[in-house]
């Protein structure tokens, strides 16, 4: 249940440090859930009812009923959200053998995250990849002094587990990765890779969501990439857009996303070393939020990483969401796994199971205190574990973002403050 207090607590030490790198009015007071330094890794240091907290604001009396407005809408978004989930993930996880072998250490995916070494899942792309352009079409952004293509090409993503290769090589259409790229005639530009949502892969809703028309008028160029199972991406015998991502347990979203990760390091290889771009951030939203921050523990020639209401633990995430909680809960108790057993299950994945590799001047989040569909709680843990970097919280939820302009112009100001943009605007925006 969402909780807040109308006036922040001057005497509350430890809130007045939490609150140093937050750039919005609402101001988050629940203290950090986990200790990023403990010994034991994150998804067994983290309370198992984690799932079931709920976070605690300070905000003016407007900003509350935005939020106390838009929970209820979040709920419903969430619902139809988790259905669609349950249809994906629980008929590949019926069997109680495939449950337990979710988390098992023989888990060549549960080793890679207790490593800690992100290149054991996610290693470095080969070399030589042919990138085909195309003259981009249909009613997207039409750059002033500049040019649209499609960009694709064949993704060279191997799965992790062997097992898996053969069932990746028949999809065909989930080979080939498509982008929409944006660019400046007179030169190569700095450039924004934004990464879109689960089943929300139309590019002509993520140049909006992301605002990337304002952002190539502050003179950057701009990408729009596809997540794997998504767009054009999809699978044909997919019932929609991304069901594959999840499809076949944890294994196939594990392996998602890391052809999601080699794909995405194929394109910044390509930007900075064949197009001469400059400097190369990240932004994504939800799905694409929590491969942002991953990007960041992966690719060292990043720039800047903003995650947009990211998740961080899928294992709480599907707890927390209905009905695929209720059936995971039943399921895991008839396995005889626990929680922490789930949270393994995608840990390998999860970007708190590995160092940034960015200054956390660098690093950016943008979160909803309204939010049901990717709760608070996740953009505060990987708030913590990127040692307090900038956050903004806006009195919204998953879809509606009140509060917009002002973290826009906060992700312009990190990017103008880091060399990124060089804006006169940038600095006196109010």
């Not at 347990?249 to 197009?275: K, M, T, W």
Request: proline content about 7%.
């Amino acid at each position: 249940m969402y909780r807040a207090t109308l006036h922040l607590e001057p005497h509350a030490e430890g809130l007045r440090m939490l609150s140093e790198s937050v750039t919005s009015r609402v101001i988050h007071r629940s203290p950090p859930t986990y200790d990023v330094h403990a010994k034991n890794p994150w998804w067994e240091t983290l309370a198992p009812d984690f799932y079931r907290s709920s976070e605690q604001f300070e905000m003016g009396t407007a900003d509350r009923l935005k939020v106390l407005s838009t929970a209820a809408a979040g709920e419903a978004f969430k619902t139809c959200a988790s259905t669609l989930l349950a249809a994906t993930i629980l008929p590949s996880s019926a069997s109680t053998n495939m449950l337990r072998s979710w988390s098992s250490g023989e888990s060549r995916y549960l080793e890679a995250a207790k490593s800690g070494d992100p290149t054991i899942l996610f290693g470095a792309p080969p070399r030589g990849i042919e990138i085909k352009t195309s003259k981009a079409w249909g009613p997207h952004f039409r750059p002033k002094n500049g040019f649209r293509r499609w960009l694709r090409f064949e993704s060279p993503y191997k799965p992790f587990d062997p097992a898996l290769r053969r069932k990746y090589a028949i999809e065909d259409r989930n080979r080939v990765v498509h982008s929409l790229h944006w660019r400046h005639s007179d030169k190569p530009r700095p450039t924004i890779i934004g990464i879109h949502g689960f089943n929300a892969d139309p590019f002509m809703i993520n140049q909006e969501l992301f605002a990337l028309p304002w952002f190539y008028e502050l003179g950057c160029d701009v990408l729009l990439f596809t997540l794997p199972f998504h767009g054009r991406r999809r699978p044909k015998r997919s019932l929609f857009s991304g069901q594959h991502f999840f499809m076949g347990g944890p294994g196939q979203v594990n392996e998602s996303f890391a052809q999601s990760i080699c794909d995405l390091r194929v394109i910044v290889r390509h930007l900075l070393d064949d197009l001469g771009v400059p400097k190369v951030g990240v932004t994504g939203i939800s799905l694409g939020g929590n491969t942002a921050a991953l990007l960041a523990a992966t690719e060292p020639r990043l720039h800047f990483s903003i995650p947009n209401v990211p998740v961080v633990s899928l294992g709480d995430l599907l707890l927390e969401w209905r009905p695929i909680g209720d059936i995971l809960q039943w399921k895991l108790k008839k396995a005889g796994a626990s929680i922490q057993d789930l949270r393994a299950a995608f840990a390998a994945v999860s970007p708190l199971s590995y160092p940034s590799l960015l200054p956390k001047e660098h690093l950016f989040i943008i979160a909803g205190a309204a939010d049901r569909m990717a709760p608070p709680k996740h953009a505060r843990l990987l708030h913590d574990h990127w040692q307090q970097c900038g956050i903004h919280w806006f009195p919204g939820n998953h879809i509606l973002h009140f509060d917009r302009g002002n973290y826009l112009r906060e992700m312009a100001r990190v990017m103008n403050s880091i060399g990124f943009l060089d804006d006169d605007r940038i600095a006196s925006a109010a």
